[in-house]
């Protein structure tokens, strides 16, 4: 069964970074793509990008592109989100997920997610 442990998530002020990793064990089954969704207080789940395993290629979210980057360590098995220019709307609990063709609609397995908080 896939484990996911999400990292990394904080409070940092508007324009500021912070850096997500997942580390990821426990592939039993093959998958489609790996990313992150966020879930911010009476919302709903909004994914934010991912990165597909048959190529590398990657997707965003509107919301984020340009200021996120999604990477991945085949080595570590580390997923990474680099969240740049931070918005108070970025607030969330972010969550590492596997997920299918549609990567930023088709979550499969989640972690236990990381709180990310953008205030001044």
């Known amino acids: 069964q896939v484990q996911l442990v999400e990292s990394g998530g904080g409070s940092v002020q508007p324009g500021g970074s912070l850096r997500l990793s997942c580390a990821a064990s426990g592939f039993g089954a093959a998958y489609y793509a790996i990313g992150w969704?966020?879930?911010?207080?009476?919302?709903?789940?909004?994914?934010?990008?991912?990165?597909?395993?048959?190529?590398?290629?990657?997707?965003?979210?509107?919301?984020?592109?340009?200021?996120?980057?999604?990477?991945k360590d085949n080595a570590e098995n580390t997923v990474y989100l680099q969240m740049n220019n931070l918005k108070p709307e970025d607030t969330a609990v972010y969550y590492c997920t596997t997920a299918g063709w549609h990567c930023l609609t088709d979550f499969t397995s989640w972690g236990q997610g990381t709180q990310v908080t953008v205030s001044s």
Not at 46 to 56: A, H, K, L, M, Y
């Open 37 to 71: 969704f966020r879930q911010a207080p009476g919302k709903e789940r909004e994914g934010v990008s991912c990165i597909r395993r048959t190529d590398g290629s990657t997707q965003y979210a509107v919301s984020v592109e340009g200021r996120f980057s999604i990477s």
